[in-house]
């Protein structure tokens, strides 16, 4: 190859690498004015974690660069999303969606938003298009059918739904979600069927209140009551799992939202998660004696004992009145046999916290085992005048009197008890225990018919009562 044909070659390659460079920053030039167009102005930032707030005006101006323009506006809808900014959110998910209208996580995303402010239909609109690029996101279908369910379109939320479970068949919250549409429908077997299968999959964290109303419209009381004696409501509804949406996590660094992240994740199986969580939170705000409380009580169900005791000692620290650290810093050291350091805590408890119902109560139940009784009971009575409204130091303060021999000023205590809780178990089957032991056969009955209404009292419980009074008076009650 001679000379001239070496460089007419090179000035040919040197030629395209110009053009594709040309090429490559006008497109990001072009990238970088529809980012800006979308970008939303930097909220108040003031308040925020350092953390949240350095990040996000990285972010911002990564967005704002010409060659990283594309990249910046995916960080900045996470950590907008993430951290609780959901209008900048959504103006970021509309910048991606014009960058890239066949990625259905941002329809997703945004749809999720948009879906919290109340506006079903444009939700609905946002996830029918998410649904329409990519069929096979369960979690799309799921939510799509939730929608469409809450704005009263039963055709559309059973389709959707059956999509889910095409997807996923497995899926308690589509099947759920199809039960709860023949239950609205009045179609009774076939919702039957389906929250059967629905609580035994979730044992009862999903389908528990519908299927207990369920068995009450078709007459099965015993059914619901078994149910509502063994099983216990979840007490707040958990979204399903959605990987889009659980990924958004790893760009949180808000403390409160990592907390409620990491208790998702503990009551789910994952404390070491949790963990992970907590510990970040407790790295973006050290005096955060909530997240550390949290961090330290999770840490003692992992059985990372020294773990705990650093946590719930830097809560004392932090917040000397706050009674839940010196309460389960004392309870932890006493149950590693430490009780010399488990008493002086519980005292400087006290000292730091005079008017802490909780603490009284554990000082009085440490009394009461070491056989300082007449010590314990003004311990009790304290807690009582402190917190008249939960049961636990009636209880334990009426059992402790029945077992002196005080059983009148006993019985009067438990009483008590369902003053501060209408129908709470343990009072009732203290009363009806005592009132057969006294051999008042009416009153045994009386107490037991109330036994036998509260469905909280375990039928392990009822029957013990139940042969106690055979043996007693020689007769069924």
């Known amino acids: 190859m001679n000379q001239r044909r070496l460089f007419v070659i090179l000035a040919v390659v040197a030629g395209a690498l110009l053009l594709g460079g040309a090429a490559w920053a006008w497109q990001a030039g072009g990238t970088q004015r529809a980012v800006a167009a979308a970008l939303p102005a930097p909220p108040d930032l003031t308040a925020a974690p350092a953390a949240v707030r350095d990040r996000i005006l990285a972010a911002d101006a990564r967005a704002r660069g010409r060659f990283t323009a594309g990249a910046g506006l995916r960080e900045l809808s996470r950590l907008y999303h993430a951290n609780g900014y959901p209008d900048e959110a959504l103006r970021c998910y509309f910048g991606l969606r014009q960058l890239e209208p066949t990625e259905a996580r941002w329809y997703h995303l945004a749809a999720l938003l948009t879906a919290g402010y109340g506006e079903l239909e444009p939700a609905v609109e946002l996830w029918r298009r998410a649904t329409t690029l990519d069929p096979t996101y369960a979690p799309a279908w799921l939510r799509l059918g939730e929608t469409t369910f809450k704005a009263n ?11 889910a479970l095409r997807q996923a068949p497995d899926d308690a919250y589509a099947l759920f979600g199809l039960a709860r549409l023949d239950f609205e429908a009045g179609r009774w077997e076939p919702a039957r069927q389906k929250l059967e299968t629905v609580v035994s999959r979730t044992n009862y964290t999903l389908g528990y209140d519908l299927i207990v109303s369920l068995y009450e419209r078709l007459g099965q009381a015993d059914r619901a009551k078994a149910i509502r004696a063994s099983a216990k409501a979840s007490g707040a509804y958990r979204d399903p799992a959605d990987p889009w949406v659980d990924a958004l996590i790893e760009d ?9 992240a990491a208790g998702n994740l503990a009551r789910s199986g994952d404390p070491a998660g949790a963990v992970r969580l907590l510990r970040r939170a ?19 169900q992992q ?41 002086r805590t519980l005292a400087e408890g006290l000292r730091q916290c005079p008017d802490s119902p909780g603490l009284h109560l554990q000082l009085a139940r440490n009394l009461q085992q070491a056989g300082r ?21 009636y209880l334990e303060l009426g059992n402790l009197l029945i077992r002196q021999g005080r059983n009148a000023e006993g019985l009067a205590v438990v009483e008590q ?42 039928a392990a419980q009822t029957a013990q009562l139940n042969n106690a009074f055979r043996e007693k008076f020689g007769r069924a009650p």
């Open 373 to 393: 009784i007449a010590e314990a009971i003004p311990e009790f009575q304290t807690s009582i005048r402190l917190r008249p409204n939960e049961p636990e130091a």
């Open 303 to 343: 059985r990372d004992i020294p773990g705990a005791i650093e946590q719930l000692r830097r809560c004392t620290e932090l917040s000397p009145d706050f009674s839940d650290g010196w309460a389960n810093l004392s309870a932890l050291q006493a149950s590693i046999g430490e009780t010399a350091a488990a008493a």
């Open 153 to 163: 379109q039963p055709a559309e939320a059973e389709a959707a739904f059956n999509a």
């Open 252 to 260: 949180c660094f808000e403390p409160y939202r990592l907390g409620i």
């Open 282 to 300: 407790v790295e973006v705000t050290p005096d955060d004696v909530s997240a550390i409380f949290q961090l330290g009580t999770l840490l003692i």
């Open 417 to 458: 008890a369902l003053v501060a809780e209408p129908g709470n178990p343990m009072a009732l089957s203290i009363l009806a225990f005592s009132a057969i032991h006294s051999g008042d056969e009416a009153e045994a009955r009386r107490r037991l018919a109330t036994v036998r209404e509260q469905p909280r009292v375990p």
